[in-house]
């Protein structure tokens, strides 16, 4: 069963504009993670953050994370045209990670 | 390391044919995951296992697919008579620990049932 829903399906935006995604879930969390996944590749772990967290910074990816409202955001800065990829996030449920539909990103030059 | 090793790559074979697809985890890894991704239903788990011993397989769709972890550095699953819905991009995945925690995937088995 798919817990997280990402929102938008599909964004496609300018090359130096901020993407931003957002992921909400049913249940209450340990921890949400975020991954990307290039076209015909596995899917990389981008970030991971804890239910006692409210945001974390790596690099040029800043994530949010409002338990109340069961949502996060991941908003990449200066998109690139290698940031085009789908993104994933994923909620712990016991033993394993439920995974949303992704959001696909495309980066136009 | 050379990270999460699926084989093969692709795979295109007959409706009713054994498909065998591997895979080798991260040393020291102790968790192993099998997922199926379609774009219909996305990202799914069809079994999980934990220092070898699978834990859950109730992802797997039916009697006609198999799972095996004989050692912490070999995995298989296999399908037993393929059939064109089994088409889908076949992920194993690894990670340190078990439980819900940072996973590391192969480049993925993709699968052509005609």
């Known amino acids: 069963s798919q817990q997280g829903e990402e929102d938008p399906q599909a964004l496609s935006i300018q090359e130096g504009e901020n993407a931003t995604m957002n992921c909400s879930y049913k249940?209450?969390?340990?921890?949400l993670q975020w991954y990307r996944q290039n076209s015909g590749r596995g899917l990389v772990h981008l970030i991971l953050?804890?239910?006692n967290e409210r945001e974390k910074h790596s690099g040029r990816l800043r994530v949010t994370l409002d338990t109340s409202k069961k949502s996060s955001s991941l908003l990449i800065t200066a998109s690139r045209a290698a940031d085009t990829a789908s993104y994933f996030c994923?909620?712990?449920?016991?033993?394993?990670?439920?995974w949303g539909a992704g959001t696909k990103l495309i980066i136009k030059p | 390391d050379a990270g999460v090793i699926q084989s093969p790559r692709h795979e295109v074979t007959e409706m009713g044919q054994e498909v065998t697809l591997r895979c080798k985890p991260i040393?020291?890894?102790?968790?192993l995951f099998w997922y199926r991704q379609t774009m219909m239903r996305g990202l799914e788990l069809l079994i999980y296992?934990?220092?070898?011993?699978?834990?859950?397989d109730s992802g797997m769709p039916e009697d006609r697919f198999s799972a095996k972890m004989p050692n912490a550095s070999f995995s298989t699953l296999k399908i037993q008579p393929s059939e064109p819905r089994d088409s889908a991009v076949y992920f194993c995945?690894?990670?340190?620990?078990?439980?819900?925690?940072?996973?590391?995937f192969g480049a993925g088995s993709r699968l052509t049932v005609l």
């Open positions: 995945a690894s990670s340190l620990r078990a439980g819900a925690n940072v996973l590391t």
């Open positions: 040393s020291g890894h102790n968790s």
């Open positions: 296992f934990n220092n070898n011993v699978p834990i859950d």
């Open positions: 249940t209450s969390i340990n921890n």
């Open positions: 953050i804890r239910s």
């Open positions: 994923a909620t712990d449920s016991n033993y394993q990670l439920i």
